[in-house]
């Protein structure tokens, strides 16, 4: 298996020789309380199963398909509630930005900086989050082949990131649908750079439903198994207490009671891909 970097966030790393690490968390911030009750719920699952967590949630899903769609509270009151998180769990934080202008901002609270897959080519954005300092997390595009993430990867490089993270979330497959191609793991590996699997998102039907999003979240569990046993740093999935309830992306996410059941899943298929014999 190729070597990549280390790459931190917070307290986690991600890289060779280090555990698979995971990042999880609701799509968007619903309100501070319920993000903060589900951080401490998804806290102690991954305390009892021992594996690396960031914990993830968005201050705004600024590409929702109807404008009706909820988008979350805003940049303000988002980072106030993620500050409250990181505050009570002590938790590393992740969480996504749309404009260069909010790059700043969420620095002073966030660990890692996420670039939406839509925006992974925006030279202005990925510049803007790389000179924060922090680790930032680009989700490649769903029209970009692994290879091309090089670019990507020296706009952010030659900008001054502190680490890159490179996520696969589905690409493109005619209309209203994803793909996952299990050998663009490894390929974007290539790159030197951890890779995460983002599995819910690779989920997706795209343009589907009428005006909110739709997936096939029954395939979370072998989908993530697949990815691990490709050989990826981390795994990302979105977890909800209640998915028919939650405000953005409910089709796809993962049931808070199936998680601990597939972490220990997922880091058993983990040791035996990185077992010597």
Do not use: W
Not at 137 to 142: E, F, G, I, L, P
Not at 239 to 263: F, I, T
């Amino acid at each position: 298996m190729v070597r990549v970097q280390e790459v931190r966030a917070g307290t986690v790393t991600f890289g060779t020789g280090h555990p698979l690490g995971f990042i999880l968390g609701p799509c968007v911030i619903e309100s501070a309380a319920h993000v903060l009750d589900l951080a401490l719920e998804i806290q102690a699952i991954a305390t009892r199963t021992g594996v690396p967590l960031v914990f993830k949630a968005s201050f705004d899903k600024a590409n929702r398909t109807s404008l009706g769609s909820f988008r979350g509270p805003g940049l303000t009151e988002g980072l106030k509630a993620l500050a409250a998180v990181k505050a009570r769990t002590g938790l590393p934080i992740l969480t996504d930005i749309h404009e260069a202008s909010q790059a700043a901002p969420v620095a002073e609270v966030a660990d890692v900086l996420q670039i939406p897959a839509f925006l992974s080519r925006q030279t202005d954005l990925l510049v803007a989050a790389a000179k924060t300092g922090r680790t930032v997390n680009v989700k490649k595009a769903q029209f970009l082949a692994p290879k091309d993430m090089r670019h990507v990867v020296t706009k952010l490089v030659e900008s001054g990131a502190a680490g890159v993270l490179l996520t696969e979330r589905g690409s493109s497959f005619g209309y209203n649908n994803l793909v996952v191609d299990m050998r663009g793991l490894p390929m974007m590996r290539e790159l030197g750079h951890p890779v995460v699997f983002d599995v819910t998102h690779s989920l997706q039907l795209p343009g589907a439903g009428d005006g909110v999003t739709i997936g096939l979240a029954q395939y979370i569990a072998p989908l993530a198994r697949a990815g691990v046993a490709a050989g990826v740093d981390g795994v990302f999935m979105e977890v909800h207490e209640d998915p028919p309830r939650a405000k953005s992306d409910a089709a796809n996410a993962l049931a808070l009671a199936a998680l601990e059941p597939l972490l220990r899943q997922l880091v058993a298929v983990d040791r035996v891909v990185k077992s010597d014999g």
